[in-house]
């Protein structure tokens, strides 16, 4: 219980942090819209050039796959590339500074060389578990959850590594890997307690869709789009709280102290190693 406790003082410091520095919020935003156009781009290249009508019934023709991939891969860097200036942000923060989405952007811009590595490796795994799953039924979900959520849970200090050591992907992934040996249970904690406060902050948004559905078109419009708008806005704060969650857990795993406003979050016991380094 009290590690489920200090996953809530984490969330707490995570939303200080945000409130102090809202520019933060502006990076899971520009991830979102430069996730919508490339949907839009891909998949209007795919509806022109992709289909090939001439077979059985409409199929994705060898170009339509290839744009998949891209698709795939472009999705991929957005998102690392976000992440990545949200870390950056949050990183001057935590160390007292004043962070703009300028800056932040920079920072990503210096790491391009290792960010596009990253997002090629990530983009090739997330293909492949959705094949997995698409091929094995059932089985094939329930082994690519699983799979999909180790390598989460053991990739998740790999953005700030990348951004805040310079490191390779190889070697990157390597660190990251032993943090979360020493850090396991209590990372997998941290970032459920995280995922409690995310739903709880949609239920208010879920709620009025369902009353707007069940009043009918008229309360669906205004009080389904209000949810929406509370959804939408609920993310993007989810969003940004993950990321500054991530920066402090590098922080405390690479040094063993969070600085800023975590500095007196008892991380000692919320994260305290499993194993030692000899």
Do not use: C
């Amino acid at each position: 219980m009290s590690r489920f406790q200090t996953s809530w003082a984490i969330a707490k410091r995570s939303w200080a942090v945000l409130k102090s520095d809202k520019t933060l919020a502006w990076f899971p935003v520009l991830s979102a819209i430069g996730s919508l156009v490339v949907f839009a781009v891909i998949g209007g290249l795919v509806a022109l050039m992709g289909i090939d009508s001439s077979s059985t019934g409409d199929s994705l023709a060898p170009m339509g796959w290839v744009l998949v991939v891209v698709a795939y891969l472009a999705l991929a860097m957005v998102q690392t590339y976000f992440l990545a200036a949200l870390v950056a942000g949050a990183d001057m923060r935590l160390r007292g500074n004043d962070s703009t989405v300028r800056a932040a952007l920079d920072i990503a811009n210096s790491r391009l060389h290792r960010l596009l590595p990253w997002a090629i490796v990530t983009a090739t795994v997330t293909m492949v578990l959705q094949a997995i799953e698409q091929r094995f039924g059932i089985v094939g979900r329930i082994v690519a959850g699983l799979v999909g959520l180790a390598w989460n849970l053991v990739t998740f200090l790999v953005v700030p590594i990348l951004v805040l050591e310079d490191l390779g992907v190889g070697d990157a992934l390597k660190r990251s890997k032993d943090m979360f040996k020493r850090t396991w249970g209590e990372n997998v904690i941290g970032q459920g307690g995280l995922g409690i406060v995310g739903f709880l902050v949609m239920l208010p948004g879920m709620f009025l869709i369902a009353v707007g559905a069940a009043i009918g078109t008229a309360g669906l419009v205004v009080l389904g789009a209000a949810g929406v708008v509370w959804l939408i806005g609920s993310a993007v704060v989810v969003s940004a709280l993950s990321g500054i969650y991530r920066t402090a857990l590098y922080h405390f795993a690479a040094d063993g102290q969070v600085p800023g406003e975590f500095s007196d979050v008892n991380f000692h016991d919320a994260f305290r190693p499993r194993r030692h380094d000899t």
